[in-house]
C-alpha cells in the first residue's frame, strides 16, 4: 500500500519490514512535516521518529473509537514528550476524530487553533493530558493506571478495564519526577501502564551522549519494571513487543524502540536538527521522496485515509459491547459509576457537611488546622468514596490518612490510601492523572515549603482546570525547630501568583471544614490548603450554615463601632489578630478583624462586598510569611507584620518574639498608623 | 575500649566485629540522643544508625583537620539526609572544631544556637552545605566532585585532590533530582565521589516497602557506578567498603549499608518512631544500657574524648604538606588559586567590562536578551577562567556557550562546559554545590517556566548565600508558539517573592552586559536573569561608564517636563513603553519611561532615590506576565498592563496582541489614568 517505493534503499529496507504498517505511519511523517512547515515552527523529529510506533500502537491495540471519543473505558494515550504534538494531531485526524479537522492541522501553532505546540488537555478529544513540560506525562498516566485499577476493583473488570499508553523521549528519563513515576509504578505493580520508549540517542544539546548514558533496560528492571527492546521502525517487532508487553500484567512494561529521530530526511535524520525547526520546503521535498510519499501538502490519498478511518471506528463494536454491559449492571451500580464519572457529588453531601459544621460549633475545639483538617476528612472521605489519599512519606505529619481512607494502596489490593514516598512532585503528577482518568477526588499531602519541588505539576493543575487537591501542612516558621529549610516564607505568595489556582490558609476548625468543601465542590480549579502545626483556637463560635471562607475574607471580629483600623489575617495569625484588636479595642480604638483565607475567592467577590470587608481605614495585614504581594491590600509592605527573611531552627514561640509577629508589634503599628 | 559491655547481646555481636569503632560510635549516639532529648525535637534515629559508618569515615577516611577547617584541599562531607544533623554536629564537637562547643550541642535546635534543625551552611565549619530538603544533598555533593576534578586538572593534583563524601538515606533516593544528580555523575564518572547509603528500610511513613522497592544496587549499577553492600554496623567491613570505592577511580561509588535506624534503643529500633521523635529520658536510659554507655548527659569520657581529638588533628601532617606543596608552586600559579578559592575577581576586570560596554555604545544592537547575553558572555568568560557554563539540554535556545568555556566536562576532560541534561533540578543542585566548593562561578540555563522544576535549589542558593548564577531565557509569552506550558506567568513574582535572591530582566543589550556584570560581583547572593527569545532595540544608546542596572530601576527616558505619567516597564517591555511614551507625548502629556531591570536593587536604594524615580504622577506598570506583586509599585493590578492568566500558542505578534499588551493599551490607560 506505500503510494511509491521508498526512493532511500535503507527505508525501503524498513518499509519491507511491515509495508502497511509503513504507509500508515508515511500519512503521520506527511503531516507531521507539512504542519511544521507550514506554522514554521514545532518539532518534526519526534513524530517522523515515533510514527512507525504509533501506527502499530494504534492501528492494532489501542481501545479506542474516535466517534465515542468520551468512552470512559477506553484506553488512555499520553504523549509524555508533549513537543511531539503533531504526531498526536495526525493521528487524531485520520482516525477521524471530529474535532480533529483538516484545518486544525494547517492552522498548528496558530491562535485560536486546538492544535497547540504541545497538547492541550480540553482543546481537544483524544488530547488525555497537557504534556510538554518533560516527565509529567508518564507522571500523570502513573496516575490514570493507579485510577483505573482502582475504578475496576469498585466496579468491576467488566466496565472498567483499560490500558494506559504512555510515549515518552529520553528527556522524560532524564527529568527526576519521570524516575519518580517508573519506581512508584513499578512498586505497586501497574501492569496495564505500558511506555514506548523512544530511543532515538539525540537530545536538543546534540548526542544524549553529552548528558546521558544509563542502560535505561536495567534501571527499569531495577525498579520492577517488565522491559523489552525492539526496532521502532519494524511494524511487527512493535506489535510482538506491545502484545507481551500487555499480557505481563503483574509489572509495568517499557519498551525500549530504537528509532531515528526525523526518519526519512536525508540530510537531517538522526541529527538533534532535525528535533525542534521545521524542515524547510527543500528538505521535506526530500524526505516525502525517501519515503515514497507524493501528492501535494496536506493531502492523504483517499485508500489510505479509509484505512486510517477504519481504524478510527475499529473499537466501535467493543464500545457497544461494553455500554451493554455497564446496562446490564443493578441501576444503583450505574447510577453511582456515572455520578462519578461525572463528577457530581452524592445527594447527601450537603447533609454530611453541615452535620460535621455542627458539631463544631457545638463542641468547639482548640486545634492545629492540620488537626482540623484531619477531622474534617473523616466525614468528608466517609461520605465520598471518590476521595483517594495519600502523603509523600508525610502521613503523621500531614494528618491525611482517616478511617474512610485506611487501606493501603499496593500491588496486590489498590486501597484509598496511596503512599507515594518522598516523591512530591510524583504524586503531583499522580494526582494530575488520577483527576484527569474520572472517577476520583485526589488529594495528598506533604510540608508547604516542598509544595517547591511539585511546583510545577500544581501549575498544570491550574492549567488543565483539574480539581486536585493539595495538603500543605506546616505552613509557616510555626513548624518550629526543623529550621529555616523547611519554613516556608515565600510559598504562599509565590502559590497565590498562579492563575486559577486557589489557595485557602484557614484559620481555625471551622475554616478549615469550608476550605475542605470548596475544593471538594471545585472539580474544575485545584485547591491548596495551607495547614498549621500549631494548635489555634476556634474563632468561629456562632452556628451558621454560611460558608464564609467561600467569600474569601470577612470580618470575622469587630470591636466598638465604625473602624480606625483594619486589620487583614490569614490562618493562624488571625487568632494573633484578634488578640490585639481586643488590646487596642481596650485602649478605646475601634477595629474590624477581616480573616482573609483566599485570596483568589475575595478578589471574586463584588466590588461593593471587597470595599465593604476592607472598609477605608488603615489597614495592617498579618502573615508568618514573606510580605509580597501583600500590597494588593495594604498601603505598603511597611504595613504588612510578617518575614522579612528566611526563618530560623528554634521553637515557636522565640520565632514568632524574634521575628515581631506578636500582639504588641501589630498594637505599635496600629497605634502608629492611626496616631491614637 | 567501650566504657562497659553493651546489655544487648545482639549489640555486643555487632560491638565485637570492631570494638573501638563501635566505642567511638557510641559517643555519636549518645550525644544525639542526648542533644534530641534536651531539644525535645528531632531525629535521633539515622544519627544512631549511621554512628558506625561516621566513626569509620572520620575515623580513618576523612582527610581533613579540625584546626585548620578552610583547608582548601579538605575532603568535603555532605550529610544529604539533613534530618540526621546531630550526626554531624557530635562529630564536629568530638573532633574538636573551635566553633561547635559542648553548649552548641546542649543548644540543639535553639534560637541562635549554630546548631540548627538541619545543617545550615554557614553556620559551623565543617557544615559543607546546607541539607534537609531531601536530595539535594547528592546533588550539590556532585557539584563539589565536578568542581574538585577541573580545579585539579587546572591547577594540578598535588594541591587539588580530595574526595567528597556523602551520607543520605531512602528519601534522597526517592526524590527525583536525587536520581537526576546520580545519573549525572554516573554519566561524568565522578571516581571520587563515594555515597553511604543508610539502607534502614524506614521511612516516615513505616517500612519502605509501603512505597519504595527498588533494587537500589542494580539501579545504581545501571547508571554507571560502582556498588558495594555491607553491614552498616561492622566497623571493618565498612572500612574495607571505603577503601574499595578509593580504589574505584573512573566511577562513583555507592556503599549501601544496611543499618538499623535507632540502632541501640531496644524498644524502638528499627521503627519509624524513632525516625524523628525524641526518644525520651527512659528509653535513652534503656539504650544507653543497651549500647554499654555510662555516665552523665552529654558527658563523654576523657580517654574516648582524647581519641576523638586524636582523629581531629590526624591530618595535621598532610595539611601541613599540602601547604609545602601549594608554595612550591610558581607565585603566579598560588596567587590565582588564591584569588579563585578567595572569590576575588582578576584585576582586569572592571576593563573587560568597560572595553564591553564600550563596544555596545560604539555599534548599538537589536538582539534578544538572551543573544545579548550570549555577547556578555563572550568577553566575561575570556576574561574569568572560573566561570563554567552549562544547560539542562537547552544551549542552542538558552546561548549560553560561548568560545572560552567551549570545552565539554566529559568523563575523560573536564572541561567548562557542563551538559547538564534535562535536569533542571539537578543543575540548579550540582552548581550550588560547585559554589559551595570555591574557585568557580558556575552558571547554567533553562527556560525561565521551568524554574519551577528548579526551584528549591535556587531557594537552596538564596539561603545559603552563594553566588550561582541562573540564566532563564524564553521569558514571557513572547516565546510565542511553544504555548502555554513553556510561557511563565507567575515565575517573575514568585522568583521575586524569594528573599536574598536578584531577579533580573534586562531590556536590551546594555543593561544585559550590566547584569551579568552584577551577578558576576554578587559571589554572596544568587542571581537569576530572565532573558527574551525575542529581538529588542537597543534603548540605551549613551555612552556612560555607570551600572544604571545596579540601581534596579531608573529614568530611561524623559518626554517633556515634569510627568503626567510614569511608565515603568521590565524586560521587553521597556521598548514598547518608549513607544508609548512617545505616542502619549506626541498627544501632549509629559512622560517619564521607567527601566526597571530589578526591583531587589531599586528596593536598596536610598529613599531619596526610589521617590524620584518613582514620581508622584500617576503610575503604570508593563511587563508581560503575572501582575501578582506590582502593587508594589502601582496603585492597583488595574495600572498593571499584563497578563490575568495563562498564556497561548500563537506567533509573538499575536500573542501580545490578543493579550492586550501593546503600545495602544498603554496609551489608552494612560490617557484614562489621568483624564488627558
Known amino acids: 500500500m506505500p503510494l511509491d517505493s521508498p526512493k532511500d534503499p535503507k527505508i525501503a529496507e524498513k518499509a519491507a519490514l511491515d509495508p502497511e504498517n509503513f504507509a500508515l505511519a508515511n500519512a503521520i511523517r506527511a503531516l507531521s512535516i507539512d504542519a511544521v512547515n507550514a506554522a514554521n515552527s514545532g518539532h518534526p523529529g519526534a513524530p517522523m521518529g515515533m510514527a512507525d510506533a504509533a501506527a502499530v500502537l494504534f492501528g492494532k491495540h489501542m481501545k479506542f473509537d474516535a466517534k465515542n471519543p468520551d468512552w470512559p473505558d477506553r484506553d488512555r494515550f499520553v504523549l509524555s514528550n508533549g513537543h511531539a504534538s503533531m504526531l498526536l494531531y495526525s493521528v487524531l485526524y485520520l482516525t477521524g476524530y471530529e474535532d480533529m479537522t483538516l484545518d486544525q492541522i494547517k492552522n498548528f501553532r496558530q491562535w485560536g487553533s486546538i492544535t497547540a505546540g504541545h497538547p492541550e488537555y480540553g482543546h481537544a478529544k483524544g488530547i488525555e493530558a497537557t504534556t510538554g513540560p518533560l516527565g509529567q506525562g508518564i507522571g500523570m498516566a502513573v ?11 469498585e466496579f468491576g473488570d467488566d466496565v472498567v478495564d483499560h490500558h494506559t499508553y504512555v510515549m515518552l523521549g529520553d528527556g522524560c528519563l532524564e527529568e527526576g519526577i519521570g524516575q519518580e513515576a517508573a519506581s512508584l509504578a513499578g512498586h505497586l505493580g501497574l501492569g496495564k501502564l505500558i511506555v514506548l520508549y523512544d530511543d532515538n540517542s539525540i537530545t536538543i544539546d546534540g548526542p544524549t551522549s553529552v548528558s546521558f548514558s544509563e542502560d535505561v533496560p536495567g534501571r527499569f528492571r531495577a525498579m520492577g519494571w517488565h522491559v523489552q527492546s525492539c526496532d521502532g521502525h519494524d511494524g511487527k517487532a512493535l506489535d510482538a513487543a506491545i502484545t ?6 503483574s509489572k509495568p512494561s517499557l519498551i525500549a524502540m530504537k528509532t531515528i529521530i526525523g526518519f526519512g530526511s536525508p540530510n537531517k535524520a538522526g541529527s538533534y536538527a532535525v528535533h525542534g525547526s521545521p524542515l524547510g520546503k527543500d528538505e521535506a521535498a526530500l524526505a516525502k521522496e525517501a519515503l515514497g510519499w507524493t501528492g501535494p501538502e496536506f493531502e492523504i490519498p483517499a485508500e489510505l485515509l479509509a484505512k486510517w478511518r477504519a481504524i478510527g471506528v475499529r473499537g466501535e463494536d467493543e464500545f457497544h459491547a461494553w455500554e451493554k454491559r455497564l446496562a446490564a449492571k443493578p441501576a444503583d451500580q450505574r447510577e453511582e459509576l456515572d455520578r462519578r464519572l461525572a463528577r457530581r457529588l452524592p445527594a447527601d453531601y450537603d447533609a454530611v457537611v453541615k452535620a460535621a459544621r455542627d458539631k463544631l460549633f457545638a463542641d468547639p475545639k482548640k486545634a492545629a488546622t492540620r488537626k482540623a483538617s484531619q477531622m474534617a476528612l473523616e466525614p468528608l472521605t466517609a461520605a465520598l468514596p471518590e476521595m ?5 512519606d508525610l502521613t503523621g505529619s500531614n494528618l491525611t490518612r482517616v478511617p474512610a481512607v485506611d487501606t493501603q494502596y499496593t500491588r496486590d489490593e489498590p486501597g484509598r490510601y496511596i503512599g507515594y514516598g518522598v516523591r512530591e512532585f510524583g504524586m503531583s503528577a499522580a494526582m494530575n492523572g488520577i483527576s484527569l482518568h474520572g472517577g476520583f477526588i485526589p488529594y495528598g499531602g506533604t510540608f508547604l515549603v516542598f509544595s517547591d519541588y511539585a511546583r510545577n505539576a500544581i501549575r498544570l493543575s491550574a492549567l488543565m482546570g483539574l480539581g486536585t487537591i493539595y495538603v500543605m501542612t ?8 526543623d529550621g529555616p529549610t523547611h519554613q516556608p516564607i515565600e510559598h504562599l505568595a509565590s502559590l497565590r501568583a498562579i492563575p486559577n489556582l486557589t489557595v485557602l490558609r484557614p484559620a481555625d476548625t471551622v475554616e478549615t471544614l469550608e476550605a475542605w468543601d470548596i475544593a471538594i465542590r471545585n472539580r474544575h480549579v485545584p485547591s491548596l490548603l495551607a495547614l498549621s502545626r500549631q494548635d489555634v483556637p476556634q474563632l468561629r463560635l456562632e452556628a451558621s450554615d454560611e460558608n464564609m471562607t467561600a467569600k474569601g475574607a470577612y470580618v470575622i471580629r469587630q470591636f466598638g463601632t465604625g473602624r480606625d483600623v483594619t486589620l487583614i489575617a490569614t490562618g493562624t495569625e488571625v487568632a494573633l489578630a484578634v488578640e490585639a484588636a481586643e488590646a487596642l479595642h481596650a485602649d478605646g480604638l475601634n477595629v474590624a478583624v477581616v480573616s482573609m483565607p483566599s485570596w483568589e475567592l475575595f478578589d471574586a467577590q463584588p466590588e461593593a462586598y471587597r470595599k465593604e470587608t476592607l472598609g477605608d481605614a488603615p489597614r495592617i495585614a498579618v502573615e508568618a510569611a ?3 504581594g501583600w500590597t494588593r491590600y495594604v498601603a505598603s509592605e511597611d504595613d504588612v507584620i510578617g518575614m522579612n527573611g528566611f526563618g530560623a531552627s528554634a521553637p515557636i514561640d522565640r520565632l514568632y518574639k524574634e521575628f515581631g509577629i506578636t500582639k504588641d508589634a501589630i498594637v505599635a503599628h496600629a497605634k502608629k498608623l492611626t496616631g491614637k
Chains 1, 2 share one sequence.
Open 388 to 392: 483517594i489519599g495519600g502523603s509523600a
Open 244 to 249: 507481551a508487553a500487555k499480557a505481563e500484567t
Open 143 to 153: 496516575g490514570m493506571a493507579l485510577a483505573e485499577r482502582r475504578l475496576a476493583a
Open 626 to 628: 514573606g510580605k509580597f
Open 474 to 481: 506546616h505552613d509557616s516558621i510555626g513548624l518550629g525547630e
